[in-house]
């Protein structure tokens, strides 16, 4: 059985560009198995910390009895800038009932994710992300990839592309308690 692995950070950011269902067809073809997008459901978020653009550090661990919402994005991808301001929307509402966005950009370039962060004036933390960052979490090939994560540090949801919106908050609604 023939395996496509990814070697280095330029393969990695090809991969992001030609988006996860590209790679589940060259991987089939390769004879591999096919990724489930539902991997991480009902299972502990992957632990991480790491400094966000304005120098706090976010701690995963440290958001056990928050409900987080953890979206994978990057300045190049549409749908990622698309869905952002909502994203501060659901921080500056749902906030004080323990409710907290985070934002990783998979950018190479930290200077062009701080520009798109002013632009959209994102209230919430966002940090860097790698390679060793997206494994963790399923490997977050196509963008965006957003995660819902309960009080209890298990995973909720995942929603991978383009995302209806109104459904994505309904599900964070309920995590929060709301209706």
């Not at 800038?81 to 998979?106: K, L, N, V």
């Not at 009080?151 to 929603?159: I, N, S």
């Amino acid at each position: 059985m023939k395996v496509i692995r990814l070697v280095n950070r330029d393969s990695y950011r090809l991969a992001q560009c030609l988006g996860a269902g590209v790679l589940t067809a060259m991987s089939l073809a390769a004879g591999a198995q096919p990724a489930r997008l539902d991997s991480l459901l009902g299972k502990p978020a992957p632990p991480f910390a790491r400094r966000d653009l304005s120098g706090r550090t976010i701690d995963l661990g440290k958001l056990r009895g928050k409900v987080v919402l953890l979206n994978f994005w990057a300045t190049w991808c549409g749908p990622c800038e698309a869905e952002m301001p909502a994203f501060a929307a659901w921080q500056r509402e749902y906030g004080s009932q323990r409710f907290q966005t985070i934002g990783i950009s998979m950018d190479d370039d930290e200077a062009t994710a701080r520009r798109l962060v002013e632009k959209l004036k994102l209230d919430y933390p966002v940090a860097m992300g790698d390679a060793r960052l997206g494994k963790q979490y399923g490997g977050v090939l196509g963008l965006p990839m957003t995660f819902l994560i309960g009080r209890d540090g298990k995973v909720l949801a995942q929603f991978q592309g383009e995302t209806d919106l109104k459904a994505m908050e309904a599900r964070v609604k309920s995590a929060v308690g709301g209706k």
